[in-house]
């Protein structure tokens, strides 16, 4: 999938516990956003939200190529995640997220309310 400019306060999802997503490329900033593949909805019933919950299963996001920022929004309370059983690789303005064995979380941009994560 490729976003030709921006992605803000976007919400994209699959709630299949076997959902694979190859390449996501977005050519501007992700601001305020929300990627969630394999997993269900908290209590708020909103995806790619701090209560997710990652489904058993072999959900997968192989790449996301951000060129621009990352950034969640000034707003206390809120959240915004990339997130699946699997991310195999995470760059945001040419900077690496590690993935790799073993659960990972990673804060992206400077609002600490925008995070990357998997359980692999």
Not at 23 to 44: E, F, N
Not at 54 to 82: H, N, W, Y
Request: no cysteine.
């Amino acid at each position: 999938m490729t976003i030709k400019g921006r992605m803000e306060h976007a919400t994209l999802f699959n709630a299949d516990a076997n959902a694979n997503v190859g390449k996501v490329v977005v050519a501007g900033d992700w601001i305020a956003s929300r990627l969630a593949v394999g997993t269900a909805a908290g209590a708020d019933n909103l995806f790619g939200t701090a209560d997710d919950t990652i489904l058993a299963g072999t959900s997968s996001i192989g790449a996301v190529k951000i060129k621009g920022q990352g950034l969640g929004t000034p707003e206390a309370g809120d959240s915004f995640r990339i997130i699946s059983r699997t991310i195999g690789t995470l760059t945001v303005g040419g900077l690496a997220y590690p993935f790799g064995a073993g659960a990972q979380t990673n804060f992206i941009g400077v609002t600490g309310d925008f995070v990357a994560r998997d359980l692999a």
